[in-house]
């Protein structure tokens, strides 16, 4: 028998360069089927359920739709808030008083873990609904899914980026270090490597969350690549942990911000970076280091989305509304690698992945812990998708000294 | 009487994503003249010459040249020295050796100097010389230019940047902080205002150079956009200064760091923005508050070069061998506005601007010093090129609720 009644969609955690394609995508496949009577947008995730925020998508026209879903950052805006078991019974209230049968909600690992709970209080509470997550997050973390919408965008911004301050250092000298986000994973520090082009191109280093990192042992690889390249520029991402698993950003911030889900922030702060220049300045005695944290710029930047994450939001969300009516099941819409390079989607249980980290694997990481390896770029390449920019240099051979 | 011999370029000062545009327009103009009898480049300003570190650039296919004029940063390598009487003598003693006799200094307001100072001792030394300047400065600074090359390709990073973080913090709330390059002059953080489209978009607040800061009245000023809109956006330069012209971001670094022309290092560190947010936490009580600074990341970025930045950058290379061939003064070339849009170039004494700073004009800033003018956003929109990304929010109508 057919579920009868409205859906619902919404998004969760940070947002990415392509989160309104899913969005967008869940929205035009939903048109097309009588059984869903009508199609709400909740405005912040959870909180907007609560609060009966609810805007009619229906009444959005398919050319602006279009335009949203080219457009960075969460259209429905988003929320940080994970629902307990009392604010689930609020919004199952909601859910009933609007007929809502069908719930969407576009996130990450922590986004799952509200779909999941949202599932399970739905089934405990006997109200007959689906509920699909649908992957999003820059840092590549979930889990099953071979890579996840959001990250091949963010990843080609961390290149293009790495590729122009390469190049930059090259031509004033000197030691850079660029903060990537990644809290836990290193996936989209590790996306800097793709800026590699000419063998003694930047970035020379890359710290990884997945690596126990050590200032000492950073300053003598900074110092080895200095010298044998007159410059150095350096990935690392904002999660890096000393041998003790704690976060080196922990040591600097005085206040500690943690969220709802009770990650700590480490964005929107210079702390770490300034603390490696200081090392590098420090330790080495070098003169000209500088640091920059990429922090919001990297999510969200307008205009450099790779077509590939594009066609792939799309796509999950597409898929969800495909699995929510074919199967009585609530799950995670997953992307699977099958070819090279092409993919397949799959219905996951949300117990699966649900507040759960996917890790950089290690055959991704090289051995001294401090780059990747090259199966991590043949991993990347494709994802990072067509028209990609390359810059390059110049080769005119060198003059002879008349005076010297 | 033609002025044989061989023709020398160079890059000065901090890179920009077209500088190189400027050098191959130097080259490909200077192989059509017989009496330009070979091109070198000089390798890292005028350090390169005092080393006699030059490359053959007759000998670099065209092929390679186009794709190095697509590429940002200086292909030359660049440098921060500025000669004095001493290195000039030295200078002179390489080129005569070398028997160049027209030389491109492609540089901002400090490099303009340097040529001033190269033109002026080749007079006292008799030695038959022309010594042209090719304006690029991501600052803008550069006095007589309309503009300047390099700027239109880092306002439109900065546009793109804004663009996509005022997305991501409507969509998650708080206060953002954007610490744009721009030691004196605040064009670049301007550029920021390019990114509203709709009236409540941010960047809500532009801080310059220009106008003194004082913390109670940006917090003050935060308050009232955050009660508005429930979150605020703002762009500030790297260079704010105090009532009493001191930096702000002075009075935040221990050990100051200045290159050979006194400016003291601002970029490469998360200290100012660090500063801001602390301010905003402590006298708003707002707990989410965010900043990054812009720093290497937008001088450089790879693959969102504006296109009329590109094909200015070009002629002005172009137009030095040209001026340098068909005057027998040296100067710098300048670019003027004629129309809306069109620009010519002119040649103008290096006396003019060299070491000069332009601001931007009263008209550019609105009353209260804390965003721009819409005259200011006509002066930059052709600039930023065409095939500007635009994002774009959701229209659909509220459902009425239910509940509540």
């Given at each position: 028998m057919k579920l009868i009644g409205k859906a619902l969609i919404a998004q969760g955690g940070g947002p990415t360069a392509v989160i309104n394609q899913s969005m967008a995508g869940v929205v035009a496949e939903a048109r097309k089927y009588s059984q869903i009577t009508n199609i709400y947008g909740a405005l912040r995730g959870v909180e907007g359920i609560l609060n009966e925020d609810f805007i009619d998508l229906s009444q959005e026209t398919s050319c602006n739709l279009e335009q949203v879903a080219q457009s960075p950052s969460s259209a429905l805006f988003s929320t940080r808030v994970k629902p307990d078991e009392n604010y689930c019974k609020e919004i199952f209230k909601v859910l009933k008083a609007h007929d809502i049968r069908y719930f969407f909600y576009i996130g990450g690992n922590d986004s799952a873990d509200t779909v999941h709970i949202v599932s399970e209080q739905a089934k405990l509470d006997n109200y007959e609904f689906r509920a699909i997550h649908i992957p999003k997050t820059i840092d590549n973390d979930l889990l099953i899914n071979d890579h996840t919408p959001g990250y091949s965008s963010a990843a080609r911004f961390v290149m293009q980026a790495f590729s122009g301050i390469n190049l930059d250092m090259r031509a004033l000298s000197g030691v850079y270090i660029g903060v990537v986000m990644g809290r836990n994973s290193g996936f989209l520090t590790a996306a800097a490597a793709a800026a590699q082009k000419f063998p003694d191109d930047g970035p020379h280093l890359i710290y990884l969350p997945e690596r126990p990192f050590n200032i000492d042992n950073f300053a003598a690889d900074v110092q080895k690549v200095y010298l044998q390249y007159g410059y150095c520029v350096v990935a690392v991402s904002e999660g890096i942990k000393d041998s003790s698993d704690r976060p080196i950003i922990l040591s600097l911030l005085k206040d500690v911000e943690k969220d709802a889900h009770g990650n700590v922030t480490m964005?929107?702060?210079g702390a770490l970076g300034d603390l490696l220049t200081q090392a590098v300045k420090e330790k080495l005695?070098?003169?000209r280091v500088r640091s920059d944290t990429f922090g919001y710029i990297q999510r969200c930047f307008l205009g450099c989305a790779s077509d590939v994450d594009q066609r792939e939001a799309r796509e999950v969300g597409e898929k969800a509304v495909q699995f929510a009516l074919a199967t009585n099941c609530d799950g995670s819409v997953t992307i699977h690698r099958i070819g090279d390079y092409a993919v397949e989607y799959k219905m996951t249980p949300l117990a699966d992945l649900a507040g759960k980290t996917k890790h950089m694997p290690d055959n991704f990481i090289n051995a001294a812990g401090n780059h990747v390896t090259n199966a991590f770029k043949d991993y990347l390449r494709p994802l990072l998708?067509?028209?990609l920019p390359s810059a390059t240099r110049l080769r005119a051979p060198k003059v002879a000294k008349i005076l010297k």
């Open positions: 964005s929107g702060t005695g070098i003169s998708g067509s028209n």
